[in-house]
């Protein structure tokens, strides 16, 4: 039945969601048939295609390849996913959200491809990506960014020949599609590589196997801490390059600074030459919602496995505050919460979990219940993150502060009542950026 409520956009997503068994199918065989008969793999996507694959940091490093592109004068398209509060998020042109008629567009032109012929079913994240790259593609971008989704080599991304492809981090995380094995998943992020092409390497710390996946194609490896570099002097930083580039005094944009090293070798690959007042504006001006993101005394991280919770539990411990720090933590069934737990745990006073709707949801007793056998305080719990927020607006003391955190579906469902709520107060807080 239709629900005359739904926008049409609305109306499209509900039928992707129910269109394939499986919500992740990984594999490019789908996928790609569907692209050659949109034509998508026909010629270049853009002047310029950067693409960005690991377990953390991938956000984080499209937003400032982004806004380090346009601040060079360049136009950009990025794509990620998933989105915190409008689907609209994963596609920017040169900045701006795309509005639903692009959206629908492209969804159309999906819908047309993998019908024309023997039918192929798709997920809804492929048609996502698919339509995303039919709007790319028209709007014919000089620079590209996309970020490359859990499945790297099998993702629907990869059905691209990226000009630079970046690996920012490798850790444990999707294990029922991925495997524990590092080596194995830094094989799988690094198959977005192409022989002869820039690979970067984001971290100092990645398996083995990402940099023999470069070496066997013969792509130019650029590793962190070797080709190039960043180190915090201060509230500032300070970027090089192996050829003895050096930009000093560099704004810190709020993100991880390895990130932002990769940001900037990233894009002097894809042939832009650098220029550190571009550069300053870009990573003084960058945003992104839901990493590390503060309204008031409230911390918003979407982090949701061991790795990125050590990186805020880090950077929590350089702010500190004279109250407690609560988190409110609502996690999925398939991540791991007692690691997240602990590697917070050291910047936490007590906890607020809370319960996430649908079919891989974890309760906030189940939380409740691991945190107290790793002997961490749980002051209360609530059936939603937009419930467990208000509660905690109305019992903080004066110089508390509240890290939200586990899950895109956590911030999503904060900012959105925060979002619903300013419609209707007076409330001039912002719900995007940082302060």
């Known amino acids: ?53 690991g377990t953390n940091g991938k956000g984080s490093s499209v937003a400032m390849l982004d806004a380090l592109a346009r601040q060079h004068g360049l136009s950009a398209a990025t794509y990620t996913s998933p989105h915190l509060l409008r689907y609209n998020e994963r596609l920017c042109l040169d900045g701006r959200k795309a509005d639903d008629v692009t959206l629908i567009a492209g969804f159309e ?49 990869n059905i691209l020949d990226a000009d630079v492809a970046v690996v920012t981090t490798i850790a444990r995380d999707h ?21 002869g092409r820039p690979a970067v390497l984001g971290s100092r710390d990645l398996p083995a196997s990402v940099r023999a996946t470069a070496e066997s194609l ?8 070797e080709a190039y570099g960043g180190e915090r002097d201060g509230t500032s930083w300070r970027w090089w390059d192996a050829a003895g580039k050096v930009f000093a005094g560099l704004p810190d944009p709020g993100l991880p600074l390895d990130n932002a090293a990769t940001a900037l070798v990233a894009l002097q690959l894809a042939g832009v030459e650098l220029d550190e007042a571009a550069c300053r504006r870009a990573l003084a001006s960058v945003v992104l919602p839901g990493r590390m993101q503060w309204r008031g005394n409230w911390c918003l991280d979407v982090g949701h496995n061991p790795q990125a919770a050590a990186y805020v539990a880090g950077r929590l411990a350089e702010r500190p505050v004279e ?71 109305a019992h903080l003391a004066p110089g508390d502060r509240v890290l939200v955190c586990g899950s895109f579906f956590t911030v999503g469902d904060v900012l959105a009542s925060w979002a619903s709520r300013a419609q209707t107060e007076s409330d001039d807080w912002p719900i995007e950026g940082t302060t």
């Open 1 to 53: 039945m239709h629900d005359a409520s739904l926008t049409p956009l609305d109306a499209w997503l509900r039928r992707l969601e129910a269109a394939h068994p499986v919500g992740i199918d990984l594999g490019l065989e789908r996928v790609a048939e569907v692209a050659r008969r949109m034509g998508l793999l026909d010629g270049p996507l853009a002047g310029r295609v950067i693409t960005v694959a």
């Open 323 to 393: 109250g407690r720090t609560l988190a409110l933590l609502g996690m999925l069934g398939d991540k791991d919460a007692d690691g997240v737990i602990d590697a917070l745990a050291p910047s936490i006073d007590a906890w607020l979990p809370v319960t996430l709707e649908g079919e891989r949801a974890r309760s906030a007793d189940e939380l409740a219940a691991r945190l107290e056998a790793l002997g961490q305080d749980v002051v209360h719990r609530e059936a939603s993150p937009a419930r467990g927020a208000a509660w905690l607006e």
């Open 109 to 157: 032109a999906v819908e047309a491809a993998r019908l024309d012929g023997e039918p192929i079913s798709l997920t809804y994240f492929e048609v996502g990506t698919l339509g995303a790259l039919h709007a790319i593609r028209a709007f014919a971008p000089e620079v590209a960014i996309l970020e490359v989704g859990l499945g790297g080599r099998l993702d629907a991304v």
């Open 175 to 195: 294990a029922a599609f991925l495997g524990d094995d590092l080596e194995n998943i830094g094989r799988e992020k690094a198959g977005i590589m192409r022989a």
């Open 218 to 225: 013969s792509a130019p490896v650029h590793a962190l801490g």
